[in-house]
């Protein structure tokens, strides 16, 4: 069955350092997402990306986060100065309307640890 | 006020038992997903529903949209479905709004 495949599994990086999140969505899936748990809260909506180009984004989504879909297959979420409150799981998901629950897909994450 | 509230927060059963997990919303959504996240953080969707009742398994939801509510159940539950279980709405820009989800331990 078709995964969404995201990598690292787990980062470490000292405050203020540029961290890229990448993600390989499902290949007929149209809509990518990132998202983030904190440790004990519930997950929150980053961004969502379609046709190129940011459709929506949070609060949260700063200046200091942005998104690519550099070759057709990847979509990365870079976060260009970390914080100590960056430290979270973040989850990328994939989308096509009309496939039911498996039509919209998280992958496993990647827990972002910040020292 | 949040967009989605689950109840109850916690709940242990024991294996055998019938579970139900309730879910209300206060925003126009085009569907409403239950899923299921383990102790890993990975996080698997079980039911996308815009109307009525789904069933797969042992598992079945509902959805009541003038009501605002949905309810995931769960029969003959058994400790394997230990897991957080997570009611998510979504609405016309396709993102989802996250409940803050329900810790289920089933005891044997």
């Known amino acids: 069955e078709p995964e969404v495949t995201q990598t690292p599994s787990h980062q470490v990086t000292q405050m203020g350092q540029e961290v890229i999140l990448r993600c390989v969505p499902i290949?007929?899936?149209?809509?990518f997402y990132w998202y983030r748990q904190i440790l004990g809260q519930k997950v929150e909506f980053l961004v969502s990306f379609y046709n190129n180009e940011i459709s929506e984004k949070s609060e949260i989504f700063d200046d200091q986060f942005s998104v690519e879909r550099p070759d057709g297959s990847n979509f990365t979420l870079k976060i260009r100065s970390t914080k100590l409150e960056d430290s979270a799981m973040y989850f990328c998901?994939?989308?096509?309307?009309?496939?039911?629950?498996?039509?919209?897909?998280f992958g496993s994450g990647t827990r972002l640890t910040v020292v | 006020k949040n967009e989605v509230e689950q109840s109850p927060q916690n709940l242990t059963a024991q294996e055998g038992e019938f579970i139900t997990i309730n879910c209300s919303y206060s925003v126009g959504i085009s569907a409403l997903h239950w899923l299921q996240q383990h102790p890993g953080g990975g996080i698997v969707s079980l039911f996308m529903l815009s109307s009525g009742k789904k069933k797969h398994g042992r598992l079945i939801a509902t959805i009541n949209i003038q009501e605002k509510h949905s309810s995931l159940h769960i029969t003959a539950s058994h400790p394997r479905d230990s897991a957080v279980y997570i009611c998510a709405v979504r609405g016309p820009t396709n993102k989802l709004v996250f409940g803050a989800g329900t810790i289920l331990r089933v005891k044997s």
């Open positions: 998901a994939s989308s096509r309307p009309g496939q039911g629950p498996r039509g919209y897909t």
């Open positions: 290949s007929n899936h149209l809509y």
